[in-house]
């Protein structure tokens, strides 16, 4: 066990490409931490829409604060691990260029690393917000269960995750391709250290068309989650292996699925309470195939 310093420095990684739109704000909800003691590192994937001027323009004003660099990366892995390797603080976390920070984030998380010197690694709550900064609607988020997360699914939301260089030390970097996925590497991290929740609200993670479907049809989704749980041990009849063959066999229907997967996932609680009284009369074949898909575990289940 390593106790943590009275000031430790907080290292916060940000992979970013032609992200000008959202950047400056992503910057200043990092600048204006009440923890003054962060590193802002920026891995810029060769942007060309002014988002190295940007980073420029800070680094000038800030020198010691933020750092960056910009060159081809493979994968948003190899972005992160290249900002892991960087890093100078006692303290890891990664932020999205266009998400952002709530204002005591940082001073929350280097007090509880104070208050629990055996914890590595923290995790808290983070909103979904809009285009506009407009809260969406709360990330589900709930005790860390390793086994949950091999066959399942995982509720750590990657803004609001931090983690000590002890970490890295002993569990590796990211993996890249095509197990390029945090779900991949809390499940490392959860077979080596304890993963602790807080209720403090953290962070916010912007979601928009682009982004949203980018990472959420039905299909990817599934095959991701599981690849990675058959890496770790899962079975075909785990819920994500289940969840896997029903996407595979409803495939043809995605063009149709997935926009409303999309409408459910990027709404707030009115739109998703309209959508269940407009399908109300299917609901007996959705509780089934979620059953199917799931096992006996109840619905909303802490």
Not at 37 to 64: A, C, M, N, Q, V
Request: hydrophobic share 40%; aromatic share 12%.
């Amino acid at each position: 066990m390593k106790s943590i310093i009275d000031k430790p420095l907080v290292s916060i990684i940000t992979p970013v490409l032609n992200g000008i739109k959202y950047l400056e704000e992503c910057i200043q909800s990092v600048l204006n931490q009440s923890y003054p003691y962060i590193e802002h590192i920026f891995i810029d994937g060769g942007s060309t829409d002014g988002t190295l001027d940007l980073l420029t323009s800070y680094k000038t004003r800030y020198p010691d604060r933020i750092r960056f660099i910009s060159e081809p990366d493979k994968d948003a892995g190899d972005a992160w691990n290249k900002g892991l390797r960087m890093a100078k603080g006692e303290i890891l976390g990664w932020l999205g260029s266009d998400d952002i920070y709530e204002a005591d984030a940082i001073q929350t998380v280097v007090e509880f690393f104070r208050a629990n010197p055996d914890a590595y690694f923290v995790f808290g709550g983070c909103n979904y917000i809009n285009e506009r900064g407009e809260v969406i609607k709360k990330v589900l988020t709930k005790d860390f269960d390793l086994e949950e997360a091999i066959n399942d699914a995982c509720y750590i939301p990657c803004p609001s995750a931090f983690y000590k260089r002890e970490v890295i030390e002993k569990v590796g970097f990211k993996d890249t391709g095509e197990l390029d996925s945090e779900l991949e590497y809390w499940i490392r991290i959860g077979k080596v250290f304890q993963i602790h929740r807080i209720e403090k609200l953290l962070s916010n993670f912007r979601v928009h068309k682009d982004k949203a479907r980018e990472h959420k049809d039905l299909y990817n989704f599934a095959h991701t989650s599981f690849i990675i749980g058959k890496r770790h041990g899962a079975s075909i009849f785990s819920p994500c292996g289940r969840r896997y063959f029903l996407a595979m066999a409803t495939r043809p229907l995605h063009p149709i699925l997935d926009p409303i997967y999309h409408f459910i996932w990027s709404g707030n609680a009115d739109r998703c309470y309209f959508l269940v009284m407009v399908t109300r009369p299917l609901h007996p074949i959705l509780v089934s195939i979620y059953h199917f898909i799931v096992g006996n575990k109840r619905l909303g289940k802490k």
